[in-house]
DNA sequence: CGTCAGGTAGCCA
DNA sequence: TGGCTACCTGAC
């Protein structure tokens, strides 16, 4: 049964494809999603969505519809650089993922490629999770964390020395705590992260952001690091801190959705 | 074969 | 505050 929705401001392929989600395949123009231990499609065309084996709320949580963009496209929209990444990929939304789901991944991200972090969530799935179905595809749910107990059993998803931070994690912390920490100031809640081993500030800024509605996060990798560099500091190297400040002064509250579309904006323009 | 990616931990000044 | 390096695996 397909269901459909109009949205306003919306772009389904940028939002999917810009690297802060990694479960979901593309065939022809549908995509394949997998969350926590949900699996439907989703195709777009124009203003229409489409879609199957999901709920409408879900869907609206998941993909932020209920959030008002443009206004937050506005109040992001500060300088030249920034104001063409938005006229490039306008409709392009942060995605509300599993907290669990998505501290996880992100601990498998260090120093990985894209396709190598989409493996190893992959076979996690597959050895720990249940099987889910839509139509005859066959898909796999997240692991909860009482599945992983010890590193020896997730040998076959080769995370190196990624192990120890996924096997600690999943003793140390659950769903509800994660979620709880919504009730924190964002400088609590990422503190509270990076407690946690294998999370330092970017894993940290990626959960707040990518799972627990912090739009002040603004997860800092080398590319955005270099891009920030070139952009705004005409090449000049720039310290940490100072990086930090600039970001959380010229970008403000939602520095998150300036990063989602700087990010994607500096991805695909290669310098 | 060697080199490197890229985020974190742990050490150091 | 920040510089350095090991960490494991896979791509090149």
Redesign the pocket.
Known sequence: MTHRLRIDLFSLKDTLECGQFFRFTKIMNTYIVQSSDRIFSLWQKGDILFYEGVEEPFLIHFLRLDEELDSILKEIDRDPIVHQAIQKYRGMRLIRQDPWECLLSFLC?????IS?IRSMIEILCKSFGRKIFYGNIIGYGFPEPLCIKTSLQLESV????RTNYLVKASQCINRSQLLGLKSLSYSEARQSL?M?????????DCTLLYSLDFLEAFPM???IRKGLQRAYFGGRWT????TENFVSNHFGPFAGYAQLYLYHYWRNHRF
């Open positions: 991200s260090s120093a990985k490629s190598h080769r995370a190196g020395f990076t946690l081993s294998g999370v330092g500030k970017k894993v940290a990798d080398t590319w310290g940490e801190k100072e």
